[in-house]
């Protein structure tokens, strides 16, 4: 494909075989309805019939370029051996390849070499179905030992998770990947986890009462809101936005109400509002002591 003509003795010691299996080779090839022959003299050798490749492909040039792009989003995250089969893939379908996609996993002011590591150990374990050890930090503040078998990541609500199944509670778990320290590719290999018919985001245990919230902001706070708020709960007017949407009464709420110090005004319910004064008094006595 790259160089359009070769010979048999080149093809033979490329794939280490004999010259007779390579014309052995190319006559199957031909018999699969390819056209692809042999020509003999100086310049002779085995090629495609010209414009095979681009006229007798089943993808438009679109196609060709979607598919070739698919594919660089695994080069960004440095999937094994990428790389070799863009350029095979590039050679086969004629199209020169576009640089459209970095990935970076770490996070702003952390150090980057750390977390890229930690994503590749467990791309690695993933594809290699390995055993893990490690300590992971939960929610509730205290840290234990796991054994997991990893199964995938899971991107969501900008955070990376793993997704395994646990060892020690016997059950597929969700793994916050900046909660995950020591981790350890045992030398132990398995071939699948206990069977799942569907794999998806298990819900929090204690996700709290669903209430209804209508919430005011100023103009400099807008590039918050839609970092974190689908579109529709926003509505722009000429002084600020008025935020309307249906979220858990849980701490994850109230630490995004109170990140916006006196940048938000809520207007309903009135018991968030209550909650709200009597954590920032807690806070202020809390620096009064100190």
Same mark, same amino acid.
Request: glycine content about 6%; aromatic content about 12%.
């Given at each position: 494909?790259?160089?359009?003509?070769?010979?048999?003795?080149?093809?033979?010691?490329?794939?280490?075989?004999?010259?007779?299996?390579?014309?052995?080779?190319?006559?199957?090839? +031909? +018999?699969?309805?390819?056209?692809?022959?042999?020509?003999?003299?100086?310049?002779?050798?085995?090629? !495609?019939?010209?414009?095979?490749?681009?006229?007798?492909? !089943?993808?438009?040039?679109?196609?060709?370029?979607?598919?070739? +792009?698919?594919?660089?989003?695994? &080069?960004?995250?440095?999937?094994?051996?990428?790389?070799?089969?863009?350029?095979?893939?590039?050679?086969?379908?004629?199209?020169?390849?576009?640089?459209?996609?970095?990935?970076? !996993?770490?996070?702003?002011?952390?150090?980057?070499?750390?977390?890229?590591?930690?994503?590749?150990?467990?791309?690695?374990?993933?594809?290699?179905?390995?055993?893990?050890?490690?300590?992971?930090?939960?929610?509730?503040?205290?840290?234990?030992?796991?054994?997991?078998?990893?199964?995938?990541?899971?991107?969501?609500?900008?955070?990376?998770?793993?997704?395994?199944?646990?060892?020690?509670?016997?059950?597929?778990?969700?793994?916050?990947?900046?909660?995950?320290?020591?981790?350890?590719?045992?030398?132990?290999?398995?071939?699948?986890?206990?069977?799942?018919?569907?794999?998806?985001?298990?819900?929090?245990?204690?996700?709290?009462?669903?209430?209804?919230?209508?919430?005011?902001?100023?103009?400099?706070?807008?590039?918050?809101?839609?970092?974190?708020?689908?579109? &529709?709960?926003?509505?722009?007017?000429?002084?600020?936005?008025?935020?309307?949407?249906?979220?858990?009464?849980?701490?994850?709420?109230?630490?995004?109400?109170?990140?916006?110090?006196?940048?938000?005004?809520?207007?309903?319910?009135?018991?968030?509002?209550?909650?709200?004064?009597?954590?920032?008094?807690?806070?202020?006595?809390?620096?009064?002591?100190?």
């Amino acid at each position: 494909m790259d160089k359009g003509r070769t010979t048999a003795p080149e093809l033979a010691e490329k794939f280490e075989v004999s010259v007779r299996t390579i014309y052995r080779d190319v006559d199957a090839i +031909s +018999s699969a309805g390819i056209p692809i022959y042999t020509t003999t003299g100086r310049n002779g050798g085995i090629q !495609f019939l010209d414009g095979y490749v681009l006229d007798k492909s !089943f993808f438009s040039d679109k196609e060709k370029q979607e598919i070739l +792009s698919g594919l660089q989003s695994l &080069s960004a995250v440095q999937y094994p051996e990428i790389d070799d089969i863009l350029r095979k893939l590039g050679a086969i379908f004629q199209i020169g390849l576009t640089d459209w996609i970095d990935v970076d !996993f770490s996070r702003w002011g952390s150090i980057a070499e750390n977390e890229n590591l930690l994503f590749n150990q467990l791309k690695h374990a993933i594809l290699e179905r390995r055993k893990i050890s490690f300590e992971y930090f939960n929610s509730s503040g205290t840290n234990q030992k796991h054994e997991a078998l990893p199964q995938k990541l899971a991107y969501k609500d900008k955070s990376w998770y793993l997704y395994a199944f646990c060892l020690l509670h016997d059950d597929y778990r969700l793994f916050r990947l900046t909660r995950i320290k020591d981790l350890t590719l045992t030398e132990i290999y398995f071939e699948d986890g206990p069977k799942e018919e569907h794999i998806i985001f298990p819900q929090p245990r204690d996700i709290g009462t669903i209430i209804d919230l209508e919430l005011n902001f100023p103009l400099e706070v807008g590039y918050r809101l839609y970092d974190t708020l689908d579109d &529709s709960a926003i509505i722009k007017h000429k002084n600020g936005y008025t935020v309307n949407f249906t979220l858990p009464e849980n701490d994850w709420l109230y630490d995004f109400l109170m990140s916006f110090g006196d940048k938000v005004t809520i207007v309903r319910p009135q018991s968030i509002r209550k909650k709200i004064i009597e954590k920032y008094r807690a806070a202020l006595e809390h620096y009064k002591g100190v």
